[in-house]
């Protein structure tokens, strides 16, 4: 249709191919760029990838990601622009609506760390008293956050590396996000790095391909 439209030819260029290309080039600006690492790519869904000198491929993903956040938001909350999403999150206290570990053991030593999240919204008992849409917002974070670090812990240790590079839009001006998804996947023994201007990293790729 575009190409139509255009009424000129159009280089077509792979998606993850120039993502891939696009992240190599902005990890050469850090001081710490890694020679192999997981690829986490949040964007409406996720997409998780295996980056190394010579080869990067695809191995899987979740529905998981912008594109929750933006819907569970609006249901229950009603707040459905972006901007009043990452801005609210962070006044929310995530422990009124999602069941920690501390709340499971309250009174006893956890045989795990205390600050896990042992059920998102599952807090949520016969009534929403006290709940408050800030408090909504932070723990639909914090479901998508802990959601997309699992699935790239967990591709992290298949493949013998310890390196997660996070990109995507959905990190755009969303601190409470990216803190999730750093805190997490330190406490699950990997290395997170938050790729700064990491959603442009498709459009660099791009670029890249046409030289």
Not at 48 to 76: E, Y
């Amino acid at each position: 249709m575009l190409q139509k439209l255009l009424q000129q030819s159009i280089l077509k260029i792979a998606e993850f191919e120039a993502t891939c290309k696009g992240v190599v080039y902005l990890l050469r600006e850090t001081e710490d760029m890694p020679q192999e690492f997981v690829l986490t790519n949040v964007g409406t869904g996720t997409s998780v990838h295996i980056v190394k000198p010579d080869s990067h491929f695809r191995i899987g993903g979740t529905g998981v990601g912008g594109g929750t956040l933006l819907g569970l938001s609006r249901l229950l909350t009603e707040v459905s622009d972006y901007d009043d999403i990452v801005r609210l999150a962070p006044q929310g206290v995530r422990d009124r609506v999602d069941l920690k570990v501390s709340h499971i053991y309250e009174g006893s030593e956890p045989p795990i760390s205390g600050d896990l999240t042992a059920s998102n919204f599952g807090n949520i008992t016969g009534t929403s008293s006290g709940i408050e849409t800030p408090d909504y917002l932070a723990s639909v974070i914090g479901l998508v956050g802990e959601t997309v670090t699992t699935v790239s812990v967990h591709a992290a240790m298949q493949h013998g590396l310890s390196t997660i590079v996070y990109i995507g839009s959905s990190f755009i001006g969303n601190e409470a996000l990216e803190k999730v998804v750093a805190d997490y996947t330190i406490l699950r023994g990997a290395h997170p790095l938050i790729l700064k201007n990491g959603e442009y990293s498709g459009a660099i790729g791009a670029l890249l391909s046409i030289e």
